[in-house]
């Protein structure tokens, strides 16, 4: 079985300042890696997903993640952050990119 | 993009009631809706995949009876939630893949309230 552990539940930052989002996952297959944001009466989107390749991936409003599979990380970092990036951060895992396993979500609250 | 809608966003039952809770996919189709729930301050746990024209699939824990998911076409998938109970309050969200290869689309969620 897989599961994934996010072990902050809010993450407060100044706007500009640089932050890091922290996932760790846990299984005994290959796995697929995501990221998903919430924001406020929002659905969940799809932020940035590693299925192969490059370790390092990167969406296109700034944010990246690099796969570590020695110490089973997924963690998610911005250089600078927008008062726009508050919102819920869920990190999932999938065997075959259909069913997720998420993590319990980052509140990530931007302040001016 | 892809679009899931849910419908209510919200509803308020009384105990003993059931309660149906549509996903649709808006443009485009999909053989395959996944329903999860949310508790506040917790993660999504799948509850069911959904297919279209076959029976759900349920996760380990989760009450086929209770809990009856419906896919009637290629667009719209139902979950009933039957004699309802205030420990099934709590919002509940449905997925469906989409045209861009391995992303899942999620719709925006349902608040349910048992009272």
């Known amino acids: 079985a897989q599961s994934v552990t996010q072990l902050d539940s809010q993450v407060p930052v100044f706007e500009e300042a640089p932050v890091e989002l922290r996932c760790n996952y846990s299984?005994?297959?290959?796995?697929?890696l995501f990221w998903y944001v919430q924001y406020p009466n929002q659905g969940l989107q799809l932020l940035l997903k590693y299925l192969s390749g490059s370790t390092l991936v990167e969406s296109i409003n700034g944010f990246e993640a690099e796969f570590n599979k020695s110490q089973t990380s997924f963690h998610l970092r911005k250089p600078s952050v927008h008062i726009s990036d508050t919102a819920e951060y869920f990190c999932a895992v999938s065997v075959n990119t259909d069913k997720l396993i998420f993590g319990t979500g980052t509140r990530l609250q931007v302040f001016p | 993009g892809a679009v899931v809608s849910q419908h209510p966003s919200r509803v308020i039952c009384k105990s003993g009631t059931s309660v149906k809770i549509e996903c649709r996919s808006l443009?485009?189709?999909?053989?395959?809706m996944f329903w999860y729930r949310q508790f506040p301050k917790q993660s999504l746990m799948l509850m069911a995949t959904?297919?279209?024209?076959?029976?759900?699939?349920?996760e380990q824990g989760v009450e086929k009876d209770k809990f009856l998911i419906n896919h009637a076409s290629l667009t719209l998938s139902t979950l009933t939630v039957t004699s309802a109970h205030p420990e099934d309050s709590s919002f509940y969200i449905c997925s469906a893949p989409g045209t861009v290869r391995d992303t899942q689309y999620f719709g925006p969620g349902t608040r349910l309230t048992v009272l």
């Open positions: 443009d485009f189709q999909a053989t395959t």
């Open positions: 299984s005994s297959v290959s796995v697929y």
């Open positions: 959904s297919n279209e024209g076959s029976k759900a699939t349920y």
